[in-house]
């Protein structure tokens, strides 16, 4: 059964910091590329970044040199650490595999306000 516990999200304030986590199955995470996802408030989800299994990373322009993705293989985790975050990457964020898995997580709220 894949699964993905996403955690992390809360309130910032603009201009502030996050990181979010991502603990997925072991029988998914390995050796899967993994990406982030969000979904804003009346918005399709869109796709956030990649992250291969060796460890290369892709990003969307929007978030390109404001936000990077990492992982750690032992521990069937990926990491999304978000910096300079704006109102408008408020958000429920979510991980996935690459190919994508049909099992979402809940996601993680990113609230970004003043």
């Known amino acids: 059964q894949v699964q993905f516990v996403e955690s992390g999200g809360g309130l910032v304030q603009p201009g502030g910091s996050l990181r979010l986590s991502c603990a997925a199955s072991?029988?998914?995470?390995?050796?899967?590329?993994m990406a982030w996802y969000r979904q804003a408030p009346g918005k399709q989800r869109e796709l956030v970044g990649v992250?291969?299994?060796?460890?290369?990373?892709t990003y969307v322009d929007f978030v390109k040199g404001r936000f990077t993705i990492s992982r750690d293989n032992a521990k069937n985790t990926v990491y999304l650490q978000m910096n300079s975050l704006k109102p408008e990457d408020t958000a429920v964020y979510y991980c996935?595999?690459?190919?994508?898995?049909?099992?979402w997580g809940q996601g993680t709220q990113v609230t970004v306000s003043s």
């Open positions: 996935n595999s690459v190919p994508i898995s049909s099992a």
């Open positions: 072991r029988s998914i995470f390995s050796p899967y590329a």
């Open positions: 992250i291969t299994s060796g460890g290369s990373e």
